[in-house]
């Protein structure tokens, strides 16, 4: 069923300057659905800010909670110790890839990808709340491999010292598509080239026990059903 105006506003997110590509807009989506799908999906993230005057970008792994997105690592890392230190937080660009197939066309300049994407503007802030931290933690873990957090210890009072964590609001945000056939010229449709889809696939394979794990430690069932 169609919705109103009112919800479907509600299901999307703003564009803005940063958000509206200059290529290829007709493949940019703000539909929260679509953005929390491709971030659901994805294990690692590029962290971007800028460090004495030049850009850095850091891959990263992440979490989601709602509309907030978590990463974590070592108090000593870059971002998160200038995250801590910048008043009012660190200005970031958060982004997400899928690749999803391989397109081959009959010229070379029209050979591409087909993909999902999410580019994330915003500010980034340390958590200091501890029980934020501690769903910001459980979150990590479970976006790996879901129900895992309620299946490991958590973190001791060391572990958490040497820990910090930074949130990103989902709010400056856009998805970018791509699929379907290669785009030749007209004139190019007669050339003796193969043009098509070469689709890429994930996939998990058997897990392997650790050496040191005791007898009797079965495979849970989140990890069986993968």
């Given at each position: 069923m169609q919705?109103?105006?009112?919800?479907?506003?509600?299901?999307?997110?703003?564009?803005?300057?940063?958000?509206?590509?200059?290529?290829?807009?007709?493949?940019?989506?703000?539909?929260?659905?679509?953005?929390?799908?491709?971030?659901?999906?994805?294990y690692v993230c590029h962290l971007g800010f800028v460090r004495d005057g030049a850009p850095v970008v850091l891959p990263t792994l992440y979490g989601r909670v709602g509309e907030r997105l978590y990463v974590h690592g070592s108090t000593g890392s870059r971002p998160l110790r200038m995250t801590g230190q910048a008043d009012p937080g660190l200005p970031v660009c958060l982004t997400v890839t899928h690749v999803d197939g391989l397109v081959l066309a009959r010229s070379a300049f029209h050979h591409s990808i087909n993909y999902r994407s999410v580019v994330v503007h915003g500010t980034a802030h340390e958590v200091t709340d501890p029980e934020e931290r501690r769903l910001a933690l459980d979150a990590l873990v479970d976006h790996v491999v879901p129900g895992r957090s309620a299946d490991s210890r958590p973190a001791n009072k060391k572990e958490l010292a040497a820990t910090a964590v930074i949130r990103l609001d989902l709010e400056e945000?856009?998805?970018?598509?791509?699929?379907?056939?290669?785009?030749?010229?007209?004139?190019?449709?007669?050339?003796?080239?193969?043009a098509g889809v070469v689709?890429?696939?994930?996939?998990y394979g058997t897990p392997v026990r650790n050496a040191d794990l005791a007898p009797g430690i079965e495979l849970p069932d989140y990890l069986a059903t993968r």
């Open positions: 919705g109103t105006t009112e919800d479907t506003r509600a299901a999307a997110y703003t564009p803005t300057d940063r958000t509206v590509p200059t290529r290829s807009a007709e493949r940019a989506s703000y539909d929260k659905e679509l953005v929390h799908a491709i971030l659901d999906e994805g945000v856009s998805a970018k598509v791509r699929t379907g056939d290669a785009n030749d010229e007209p004139e190019d449709m007669g050339l003796p080239h193969w689709p890429l696939r994930k996939g």
